[in-house]
């Protein structure tokens, strides 16, 4: 079943230890929509400058990405900078140039409002809103936020997860937003915010699944080589709502059956683990869905006790 | 099979965003040994002051520890005291009066001699070597260190390893120990130090073994309340060398069972979680072997998928 994915599309400029790319393709809805491309038909929404290189637009059409609600319109497309520290635990923003997506609108296509999927990547939560608000009757309702709307749009962001089925964030996203410590006490807070299930990503420390009928944990999976942190949490979440809507699942009829969801847990943690070995997207080029089907035995044989 | 624990028996005092208490039973070989009594026959080898309370000793032998090692000198017991930021993820030492232990030098009762498993709470390296070396024929040997030794006492410290079987250590330990900043590839260089076991504590985030056969990580637990995470390490190795003890493990025979060495770990996860439940060692006061099973049950609900 289909899923439609709206935020940012973008050019990325990444210093890491492991080595630097001055431009690449990058982008919240990029990353999603690319891990989620592996489960289940996937279309986006988003707005490119006239700079947007074709071979780009190509390599998201070679996995099967529903384009027609990417706009491309006059000027230069969103540019991103950043650094980050030797553990790559920390980053630093050195360039912000919102370009035309400052005036970023989403509408969306006519066929993709019957969609029974719909993630909000990591934009202004109006526009979040009114994105949910094109929607006929989704199934699943979700996507991610950050401190600076936690911080500075609070009234507005409670209105648009208040529509939610799930929300993505990390621990201190989770403790500033609900003002608890303990990430237990915490997360009830935030699920009675709206979202019944709620992420909470941890980075290389694994990802906490709080839902209807409890919680799932999972640990990290150890990386041979890190090169690139960038679009982990994204890819997170494209895993994630990909295999949920391979599945079908839907919170309508009562508490959806916890080892599903467990399971998708998982698949975003192999997502975002395969997008850290190369820069940028470039794992997404050669990646299979027999990798992912191996790295998620892998996740068994390490956790298994 | 029965466990000898060697360390510090302390009096502490602990602030948290809980509470505080200015002096109560505490050390690493005190917290080692009360969880692995819930597991082996378990004795410890420490000292104290005449200021040692009856009480305590009282404590220590109503959950059968053998206590003919823990000599008495003249002077006062070494006293710390710390305080924990919000997170309590880190913590600030306030005091540290080392007293008798200063002149610590640990010297086994004959029986204790011939115990199979021997553990090294976090002292001088060398007295860790000085203790190994009065065993007679131990099926396993480990211990702690911290980043004092690894920084001061690298020479010691790496001929003092060179003879275990585990090393107990977090992940910034790891990494200074190895200078690897990628974990996998620094507890291979660990592993090549002597120890084919290497536990990588991670606190609230879980912890990760490396062994011959693999690896294997569990997340943490989720507490509903965090009053003192003070010896929750230490109780970590308890449960965990108290599981291992209890199935007879040696590393003689080549690779042990991965089944078994993943549920020492999670075993050391239960522990150290109760022991941030309340106080110093105040948990052990009621905990019992079935709660400990419950909670072993509560890792598989929140893990399995």
């Given at each position: 079943m289909s899923i439609v994915i709206v935020g940012s599309v973008a050019y990325d400029g990444v210093t890491t230890p492991a080595g630097k790319v001055d431009r690449m393709l990058g982008g919240a809805c990029t990353y999603i929509s690319l891990a989620a491309s592996y489960f289940a038909p996937t279309k986006i929404v988003g707005v490119v400058g006239d700079d947007f290189a074709q071979q780009d637009i190509d390599f998201l059409a070679s996995r099967g990405i529903g384009l027609e609600g990417l706009e491309r319109v006059p000027g230069k497309t969103f540019f991103w900078a950043g650094s980050y520290s030797a553990d790559m635990n920390d980053r630093e923003t050195?360039?912000?140039?919102?370009?035309?997506?400052?005036d970023f609108d989403p509408r969306l296509p006519a066929d993709y409002r019957q969609a029974p999927y719909l993630v909000l990547g990591n934009i202004q939560p109006e526009l979040q809103q009114s994105v949910r608000a094109q929607m006929?009757?989704?199934k699943l309702v979700g996507g991610d936020t950050m401190n600076f709307w936690i911080n500075g749009f609070r009234t507005q962001l409670l209105s648009t997860i208040r529509q939610w089925d799930f929300l993505l964030i990390n621990d201190s996203e989770a403790r500033l937003l609900s003002g608890e410590s303990n990430l237990k006490r915490a997360a009830d807070k935030i699920r009675g915010m709206g979202p019944r299930m709620l992420v909470i990503k941890r980075g290389e420390f694994g990802a906490t699944l709080f839902h209807d009928g409890g919680y799932f944990s999972v640990p990290g999976y150890l990386l041979d080589k890190l090169s690139d942190p960038t679009g982990a949490g994204d890819c997170f979440a494209g895993g994630f709502i990909g295999y949920l809507a391979s599945q079908g699942v839907s919170l309508a009829g009562g508490v959806s059956e916890p080892r599903t969801l467990a399971r998708a847990v998982v698949y975003g943690s192999v997502m975002g683990s395969f997008c850290?070995?190369?820069?940028?997207?470039?794992?997404?080029?050669?990646?299979?869905r027999d990798d992912i089907e191996a790295r998620f035995a892998e996740f068994h044989q390490f956790t298994d006790f």
């Open positions: 050195l360039t912000t140039d919102l370009n035309v997506f400052a006929k009757a989704p850290c070995e190369q820069f940028g997207v470039d794992r997404f080029r050669t990646l299979t």
